[in-house]
């Protein structure tokens, strides 16, 4: 079992930053690939970025790649998506999910374990 708590949402100016941060329970953290996922209502939930158990390998969605960088450090039990040049449209809830698989996926069907989510709101 982990559980997941994003922080770090909140609302900032277009062309902003924000790091949003997901600290993890238990001791096999490192086994799990890591997503950053995001909705907004009556949209299905979008994979923004993930990595995997090493954090050797990542993916980005097309509509944050050059902005957005996710990083984990297995130690601290953390994982953080660091977003620059933010726009209205980052407007969402973003969740942290964790997929017992060591490699990363995009599906948010893969992703065994769900945060809370955090919202961030991007004004123009």
């Known amino acids: 079992q982990v559980q997941l708590v994003e922080s770090g949402g909140g609302l900032v100016q277009a062309g902003g930053s924000l790091r949003l941060s997901c600290a993890a329970s238990?001791?096999?953290?490192?086994?799990?690939?890591m997503g950053w996922f995001r909705q907004v209502p009556g949209k299905e939930r979008e994979c923004v970025a993930a990595i995997n158990w090493s954090g050797g390998s990542t993916y980005y969605a097309d509509s944050v790649k050059g902005r957005f960088t996710i990083s984990r450090d297995n130690a601290k039990n953390t994982v953080w998506l660091q977003m620059n040049s933010l726009k209205p449209e980052d407007t969402a809830v973003y969740y942290c999910a964790a997929d017992r698989r060591y490699s990363s996926s995009s599906s948010p069907v893969d992703y065994d374990y769900w945060g809370q989510g955090t919202q961030v709101t991007v004004s123009s």
């Open positions: 238990g001791r096999t953290f490192s086994r799990y690939a």
